[in-house]
C-alpha cells in the first residue's frame, strides 16, 4: 500500500514518494497536514478512530483531538469539493479518505448529497394538542432540513410508515440514512425524542431529547425544528466542512452576521473558524490565541461556565482594562453584545463558539438555550 497511489476526486496521493499532485501539478501541504492525509489514505477506505489516528500522528506526544480537527479542518478546505466529499467525519468514531473508486456515502456516488428519510414523528398521547404539535414539528423540520445543500430530503408522509421498520422504511425511499421520533405529553409540556438511523448497518448513529415547557402550538415546534435540522446537518451533512457548518448552524439559530469558532490546543484556544467577522479581527485572532487570564472568558469556560453573555463589551472590566482580546473584538470587528458557549464532550472542554452583534442587543434566554443545545450535538461530529 506504500508504493500505492490514491485517487479522490481531481488529486493523486502518492504514499511512496508523499506527494499530492492536482491535475499532474503538485499541492504543497504542511508537514502535520500531509502526516494525517497520508495515514487515512493508507487505511484503505476504512475509518481511523482518533486516538489511532492521533497516535500516529504524535507518537508519544500528548496531544489533544483539536490539533487534528484543525489540520482537518484546514485539508478540506484547501482540498475544495474533493476535501469536502471525501474526507468524511465518521460521527463518534474518527475520520475516513474515500478513494474515488468507492462511494462516498453508502449506495450514492462521492459528488451525490447522502438523502435523509424522514418518518412522521408518533404522538405517545392520546390529546389533540399533543397530536397537532407532534404533526406540525414533523412538517417544520421536513421544511428545514429540505433548506440543506449538503442533504437530499423525502418524507414518508402516511400513517403506515409510523409502523414499519426504520431501517426498512430507508430501503423502501431509497435514503442512506431514517429520522425517527416520538413526542408525549408531560405535566410541563411535552418531551420529543429524535433518533438517527444508519440505513445500511442499522446501527442509531445519534439521538436526542428535547423537553417543551410550554406547549406554543406556533413558536415551540419551529424552535425545535430549527435546532434539530441544525444538529442534524452536522452529523450526517459531512460533504461540509465541519467548523464553517457548525458556525453557520449556531448563528442562524441566533439570528446574528457574525461568529467565531475557537478550539482548545493546550493552554491556548486557536481560531479555527469565522463568519462576516471584518478581516481585521480574523487577522488578529490568528497571530494572538486567545490566553485566559481572571476573569476572561475562556478562562471562565475552563473554570465550568457554559454560556456567558455580554450586554455591552465596552461596559465590561476587561474593556475598561484594556486586556487585548476584548478591545480588538470591539476596536476590530465592531462587537458589542456577545454571546459564548462552551463545546465539550465527556466534560471535556474542546472549544467555543462565539457570536456577536455590532449593537447593543441581548440575546435571549431562548437563544442561549438553543446554541447550548445545538453545541452538545455538534461535537458529535467533531
Request: include cysteine.
Amino acid at each position: 500500500m506504500i508504493d500505492a497511489t490514491v485517487a479522490f476526486g481531481p488529486y493523486r496521493l502518492d504514499l511512496g514518494r508523499r506527494i499530492l499532485t492536482l491535475h499532474g501539478k503538485r499541492v504543497v501541504l504542511g508537514g502535520r497536514a500531509l502526516d494525517v492525509l497520508c495515514a487515512l489514505a493508507q487505511a484503505g477506505n476504512e475509518p481511523i478512530e482518533k486516538d489511532a489516528l492521533l497516535a500516529k500522528i504524535w507518537p508519544g506526544a500528548d496531544v489533544g483531538e483539536n490539533n487534528l480537527h484543525v489540520h482537518i479542518s484546514g485539508l478540506r478546505k484547501l482540498l475544495g469539493e474533493a476535501g469536502r466529499s471525501h474526507l468524511v467525519t465518521v460521527p463518534g468514531f474518527g475520520y475516513r479518505l474515500l478513494s474515488s473508486a468507492e462511494p462516498a456515502v453508502a449506495g450514492k456516488t462521492s459528488g451525490n448529497p447522502p438523502t435523509l428519510g424522514v418518518i412522521p414523528f408518533r404522538c405517545l398521547s392520546d390529546d389533540g394538542g399533543t397530536r397537532r404539535f407532534a404533526e406540525s414539528l414533523t412538517d417544520d423540520l421536513i421544511t428545514r432540513l429540505a433548506r440543506s445543500s449538503s442533504l437530499r430530503v423525502v418524507a414518508g408522509d402516511s400513517a403506515r410508515w409510523r409502523e414499519a421498520e426504520p431501517r426498512r422504511v430507508g430501503e423502501r425511499l431509497g435514503a442512506n440514512y431514517v429520522l425517527e421520533g416520538s413526542l408525549r405529553a408531560t405535566l410541563s409540556g411535552a418531551r420529543i425524542n429524535t433518533r438517527l438511523i444508519d440505513v445500511a448497518s442499522g446501527q442509531y448513529l445519534w439521538g436526542n431529547q428535547n423537553d417543551v415547557t410550554a406547549m406554543d402550538p406556533v413558536e415551540a415546534p419551529n424552535d425545535i425544528a430549527n435546532l434539530l435540522a441544525a444538529a442534524i446537518d452536522i452529523i450526517i451533512g459531512s460533504l461540509a466542512p465541519v467548523f464553517d457548518t457548525v458556525l453557520e448552524k449556531a448563528m442562524g439559530l441566533c439570528d446574528t452576521a457574525f461568529g467565531e469558532l475557537f478550539m482548545v490546543d493546550g493552554e491556548r484556544f486557536l481560531l479555527a473558524g469565522t463568519r462576516g467577522v471584518p478581516p481585521a479581527l480574523t487577522e488578529f485572532r490568528r497571530n494572538n490565541p486567545l490566553i485566559g487570564g481572571p476573569g476572561s472568558n475562556t478562562t471562565q469556560l475552563r473554570e465550568g461556565d457554559d454560556a456567558i453573555h455580554l450586554v455591552d463589551i465596552l461596559d465590561t472590566p476587561g474593556y475598561r482594562y484594556g486586556i487585548p482580546n476584548r478591545r480588538a473584538w470591539h476596536e476590530l470587528g465592531g462587537a458589542r453584545s456577545t454571546l459564548v458557549v462552551a463545546l465539550r464532550k465527556d466534560a471535556r472542554l474542546l472549544g467555543a463558539i462565539m457570536i456577536y452583534r455590532q449593537e447593543v442587543r441581548p440575546f435571549s434566554d431562548k437563544h442561549t438555550a438553543l446554541l447550548q443545545n445545538f453545541a452538545a450535538q455538534a461535537v458529535l461530529a467533531m
